[in-house]
Each structure stands twice: as C-alpha cells, then as structure tokens.
C-alpha cells in the first residue's frame, strides 16, 4: 500500500520541482556502491556475465541517472557491467520524467516494492534511493528477499540533511518540516526505517545480514532558487493546497531573509546545502 502522502505530493504535477530541487549522488557514493557491488560479483562462479539491478521508487530518476552516467568515468575504472537495470515507481508522473531521460540499459515501469512480479531469484541487487522508508515493513523486506539471488545485496542509499553545519537547516526543519511529519508519515531524517530489519518476522526468518552503514559527506551548491525547491519539493509540502503552498513559501523567505549564518549566502547569491550521504545494505542470507 503506497501512502496517502506519496500518493498526493508525487505526481505530474511536482515531478518537475522534484527534479530540479533534488541533488544528485555523489562520484564517491557511486564508487562505494560498485566497490561492494564488485566485492559480491568475486564470489560468483560466472563472475564476468553482467549484473542485474532492480531498484524501486526510482521517480524521476536522480539516482538512476548519477549511477548509469558515473558508472563508465569511475576511478580506478569498474569492469562492472550491467545485463539489465529495470526502474520502477508508483507515480506515473515521476516515473515519465525518467523515461525521458532515456538512460542506456535501464528499463522503467510502473511497479511498487512489495508486489515487483519478477522472479523468484532473479537479480543480484536491489536499490533504494530516498526511497525505502515509505514501504520500511516485512512485505518488502520479504518481497526483497524472494527476488534477490543467493548471496544478493539490497543497498539504500539517503541524503540527509546535515543540520551540525547548518543551524539554518534546522531552523527550516523546526519551522516549517517537523510539523507537517506527523507520527504516521514516513520519514526518512529520523531513521525509524532501520527498525524494519529488527521486526519479529525479520527476526524469524533471518531474511538478511546485519544492517550496515557507510557515511559519505556531499553537498548541493545553487542559488537561491535551488534552496527554494529542494524544501518545496516535500511531499508533506507538496499536497497540500496552493495556499497552504504560498503560506509555507513566506515563511521559508522570511528565514533565507533574515538568518544570520546566510549572511554571506545572501551577499553573494551562493548557497550550498550540507548532507551526509549514506549507504546502508544487507546481504540475502541463503
């Protein structure tokens, strides 16, 4: 089941502000993602056919989009190849925006991740990108597990805001974020999604390995403008009516406008936002 939040801030409608406002990833969380990817292809006896990549809630494709185009200029250079790379999403709308893209090797379709209709044992990795703590639960986690092959990875991979470097941020997150994330919308800052790999039935059946984590420092630089819509770009802003939209807007202004640590910031019309990428996987336990 797709959440009513989703469902009404992920559309035609946003794909485009999403787009713009949502950074990329990062040349070095790529090359940490290939870097174990090959790690697990040296454990195969067919190690030199290419791999086969499913990720879920891909909507308008900014990761999809940073692995295909880094994966050729990576150094030092990946023999890693891709046989396939399938990209789904449940909003018709983000999932055309990607399409659009026409990215080499990828196929997109409409698709959730509980219910993907591959295969038992049919790829080698599943992604996340900003993607995993709307549907954090046994169904995916179960579904997951069915469709990876023995000795498979799921990786999930956030940028979240790093609020030490920038008191601003979190004046944002207090202000206009926090209020609208109430205890029954997902979200991915607070990190409740790890909880899903500790629930009774991952438990019992001890679908995968351990979580781990890796930390990568990443930043997006723009004007103004870029601030503007990466914030906008919420789901939880996103649904809600136009004036509710224009209201939140004023707020948001009146911060870039008067906090002092974006005294430079406005002086020169640079901005730059601090994450901290992570790259959290698991392995299929066999």
């Known amino acids: 089941m797709i959440h009513e939040k989703a469902l009404k801030g992920f559309t035609s409608t946003s794909a485009g502000s999403y787009d713009h406002g949502r950074p990329d990833y990062s040349t070095a969380c790529i090359e940490r993602m290939v870097s174990l990817m090959n790690e697990t292809i040296q454990r195969w006896d067919d190690s030199d056919r290419g791999v086969d990549i499913f990720e879920f809630g891909a909507g308008t494709g900014k990761f999809t989009e940073s692995f295909v185009q880094n994966l050729p200029n990576l150094t030092p250079p990946t023999s890693l190849s891709l046989r396939s790379y399938l990209a789904t999403d449940p909003s018709e709308g983000f999932l055309s925006v990607l399409q659009r893209k026409q990215l080499p090797n990828v196929v997109c379709r409409l698709g959730t991740a509980n219910a993907t209709g591959l295969p038992d044992d049919s790829v080698d990795f599943v992604i996340a990108a900003q993607a995993f703590h709307w549907t954090a639960n046994d169904a995916t986690l179960r579904e997951v597990h069915r469709i990876l092959r023995p000795r498979g990875v799921f990786l999930m991979v956030y940028n979240c805001y790093d609020y030490n470097e920038a008191p ?81 807007l004023h707020v948001l202004d009146h911060l870039l406008d008067t906090h002092p640590s974006l005294e430079t910031a406005r002086a020169t019309g640079a901005y730059r936002i601090p994450y901290h990428t992570i790259v959290a996987f698991v392995r299929k336990n066999t």
Request: proline content about 6%; charged content about 25%; aromatic content about 10%.
């Open 168 to 248: 601003w941020l979190q004046q944002i997150d207090a202000e206009i974020l926090a209020p609208l994330y109430t205890a029954d919308v997902p979200r991915q800052q607070n990190g409740r999604w790890r909880l899903a790999f500790d629930s009774d039935e991952a438990r019992e059946h001890q679908w995968f390995t351990s979580l781990q984590e890796v930390y990568l420092p990443y930043e997006q630089r723009g004007p103004r403008s870029m601030v503007v819509q990466r914030i906008m770009s919420a789901s939880v802003i996103a649904e809600t009516p136009a004036d509710a939209q224009d209201a939140t």
